[in-house]
């Protein structure tokens, strides 16, 4: 029997002898009444040990490819295909066939978000977007006309799995500005920033590994964590940020395979960690050998104060993989996002990626390209934050004149959000089925902890909406936080679909 073992393989040796077998039977290569040897001379043949033996017997059987007599050993069984009574085709059950943790009920979320942007009867207060009003299609258009002229086909072509080398060395020179030195080929162009959170799970995570994130974090990575079967330990957030003195413990007790945090303008707090926090955070990394996954896409939309630098900038040994977005700033519907990190890591995540989508929107890279080198990425930045500092603004306004008595909150320095913590009173389910009457919609804290959280909270958008909008929202999400306070839950709203 010719079965070839790879020790280096991930799968496991067992599944790796079972799968040869099974090739073997369904080929016809090991007909039914076909012997298998016995476990101990298979066992001995392949230099594993009996029981790893015995496991893909087990499995084989399980699949009613074999089976096994006493005295006669294990054999192959015959399968029934023509001539098997017919039975009624009935609709398959998929759900049945997901794997485990497919299914969470917390899954539709990002779906459900994203459903509320082609809605225009309500006030969106729950995505994450720029506003669409203030993209520059004009400049758009221009762009891509260059672009078909000077490019031609290629620019509709395939390109490589790490991105454009233009982009890439474009996004270097942006990163320099952030006080990183790179150069392209530490950098991996990716189809938005969701799927750097993906990819670094998919080359780092095995499952039951513990992953430290933010207490609360961007609800996004810990379902991509959790879908990798990660354990994911959470620490507090203030308002210098990760609360760095309880991660030495942390550290030395569990030894986490990763730590992801937001250091800037936090999802969904609007924390900014400290430049005393960074620092520790990276010496303690140092010395447990932890990395870290800094998730940077607000770091251009700062309204006040001054600018601290990545933690990819402090980095002195390369512990930190870096991940960014041009989704906040341009164009989301492009989904282009960057990772930088040590080339070994970046040819990792290359390898990951070009089994998922082989590289990532070839014309929306040089669009994105243009628009770096171009100046119109800093142009554009200079015309929208002021509008979302006055949208800022204009929430904090309206919160203060109508929702003191019922949250509290602080005036983020930059980001797209305002965190609010609600009484312990407060019923979150209730108080999304009296928003979904009045036709506003948030996202409910809770989908943003690794736990349970101790005080509800609700996280508020205001990029998306217009100032008039949010005025609006602001005073139907109070009319419905009083009657979720104040009155008796109502029959009506058994039926009613909340609007998250």
Avoid at 122 to 150: K, N
Avoid at 160 to 167: A, N
Avoid at 211 to 221: C, I, L, Y
Avoid at 315 to 324: I, K, N, Q, R
């Amino acid at each position: 029997m010719n079965i070839q073992i790879d020790r280096e393989s991930r799968v496991p040796v067992y599944q790796q002898i079972s799968g040869k077998i099974k090739e073997m039977v369904l080929s016809g290569r090991m007909p039914p009444g076909y012997r298998l040897p016995p476990e101990r001379r298979l066992a001995a043949a392949l230099k594993v040990n009996r029981s790893t033996i015995l496991n893909a017997y087990r499995e084989l059987k399980a699949g009613g490819l074999v089976d096994a007599h006493v005295g006669r050993g294990t054999a192959v069984v015959a399968r029934r295909f023509a001539g098997a009574e017919p039975q009624r085709a009935q609709v398959l059950p998929w759900r049945q066939f997901a794997r485990a943790g497919v299914s969470r009920e917390d899954d539709p979320l990002l779906r459900d978000l994203l459903e509320l942007t082609e809605r225009r009867d309500l006030v969106s207060l729950s995505v994450g977007l720029p506003a669409p009003e203030l993209l520059p299609l004009d400049t758009v258009r221009d762009i891509l006309g260059r672009i078909l002229a000077d490019v031609g086909p290629p620019s509709l072509l395939h390109c490589p799995t790490e991105g454009l080398t233009v982009l890439r060395e474009a996004v270097s020179r942006q990163m320099a500005s952030r006080g990183v030195q790179c150069g392209a080929p530490d950098v991996l162009i990716t189809s938005g920033s969701q799927q750097g959170l993906d990819l670094m799970a998919r080359i780092l995570i095995d499952p039951g590994d513990m992953v430290v994130v933010e207490e609360p974090s961007f609800f996004v990575a810990l379902q991509v964590f959790r879908s990798a079967g990660a354990r994911l330990i959470g620490v507090p957030v203030d308002q210098d940020g990760i609360r760095t003195d309880v991660l030495e413990s942390i550290f030395s007790r569990f030894h986490p395979k990763l730590v992801y945090t937001l250091p800037t303008f936090q999802n969904p707090s609007g924390a900014v960690m400290s430049l005393d926090r960074r620092r520790h955070l990276l010496a303690i990394a140092y010395r447990y050998q932890i990395p870290i996954l800094e998730d940077d896409p607000y770091h251009d939309l700062r309204y006040d104060g001054e600018p601290l630098p990545p933690l990819k900038a402090l980095d002195m040994y390369g512990h930190v993989a870096y991940l960014s977005s041009f989704s906040k700033v341009l164009f989301p519907g492009l989904r282009l996002g960057w990772l930088v990190a040590q080339r070994p890591v970046i040819r990792q995540l290359a390898l990951a990626k070009q089994s998922l989508d082989l590289h990532s929107n070839t014309l929306g890279q040089h669009l994105v390209q243009r628009f770096l080198d171009d100046g119109h990425y800093d142009d554009h930045l200079r015309r929208v934050r002021p509008v979302y500092a006055r949208r800022r603004d204009a929430m904090d306004t309206v919160l203060r004149a109508n929702a003191r008595d019922h949250m509290t909150w602080r005036r983020p320095d930059g980001g797209f959000y305002f965190w609010c913590q609600l009484p312990p009173s407060v019923s979150l389910a209730r108080l999304l089925a009296e928003a979904a009457e009045e036709k506003v919609s948030f996202l409910p804290g809770g989908a943003c902890f690794a736990g349970e959280p101790a005080e509800p909270h609700i996280r508020l958008n205001f990029s998306f909406p217009s100032e008039e909008q949010i005025g609006d929202g602001v005073l139907a999400l109070m009319r419905a936080m009083r009657r979720a306070i104040d009155e008796p839950a109502r029959g009506r709203h058994r039926g009613t679909p909340p609007i998250v």
